[in-house]
């Protein structure tokens, strides 16, 4: 049981360049989000999703793609990488029960140059 | 604008002190979680209050969540290096579909 996957840990960019940050999970779990993590700053909502085919905007959406087409994925694209997306990023999910907390990957961290 | 407040953001304390982090916001939460984050990880998940007033042990961590659920606290007896880490405390504001918000977090540092 390998709960929740991001891949790659580690990834450098060139300002302009595209990439995929990948998220999978194996719980079933209905919800999916992406976080930022920045110095300072906390954990940011990047976007997130309720289901299969449904996603949303959180607090920091700009610059950022998502899409939901299984429940296991919820892949993040950057279009364009600007240095200001230097920053840890988190996949977190959970179940549909309100009580029940989010289990979290171990992050990407991305440096954009 | 933070909708969750916590305070301190940083401590550094003693080995075998006591010692509580608070999270406080003007907006009514269904539910708040703390987690806790260690370097290079992600956050895990430490308890959940969903009850104005309740409160919560853990061995020697105390969750208290405010009655008029718009705060809630952390409470650490007898810290030990083993509690370093990052808390975040983190809320649901109904029981929709509405994401979870975080605090900015209290970065604790236990020496022995």
């Known amino acids: 049981n390998a709960g929740v996957t991001q891949t790659p840990k580690f990834q450098v960019l060139k300002t302009g360049q595209s990439m995929t940050l990948q998220c999978a999970q194996d719980m079933n779990h209905e919800y999916m989000s992406w976080y930022r993590q920045d110095p300072g700053m906390g954990l940011r909502l990047i976007h997130y999703s309720v289901g299969a085919g449904i996603t949303d905007q959180g607090e920091v959406p700009n610059g950022y793609n998502v899409s939901r087409s299984t429940t296991e994925d919820f892949p993040l694209r950057l279009l364009s990488a600007a240095p200001s997306q230097t920053s840890v990023y988190f996949c977190?999910?959970?179940?549909?029960?309100?009580?029940?907390?989010?289990?979290f990957g171990s992050g990407t961290r991305l440096t954009v140059v | 604008t933070q909708l969750l407040e916590q305070s301190p953001q940083f401590l550094s304390i003693q080995e075998g002190e006591n010692l509580t982090v608070y999270c406080n916001s003007s907006s009514v939460f269904s539910s708040l979680q703390w987690y806790r984050q260690e370097p290079g990880e992600g956050p895990v998940l430490l308890v959940t209050v969903v009850t104005g007033g309740e409160v919560k042990k853990l061995k020697r961590l105390t969750f208290q969540f405010g009655d008029a659920r718009k705060d809630s606290s952390l409470h650490i007896t007898a810290a030990q290096p083993g509690d370093t880490g990052l808390y975040l405390c983190a809320g649901v504001k109904d029981s929709g579909n509405t994401p979870l918000v975080f605090g900015k977090g209290t970065r604790l540092s236990v020496i022995a």
């Open positions: 977190a999910t959970k179940n549909r029960v309100v009580s029940m907390g989010y289990t």
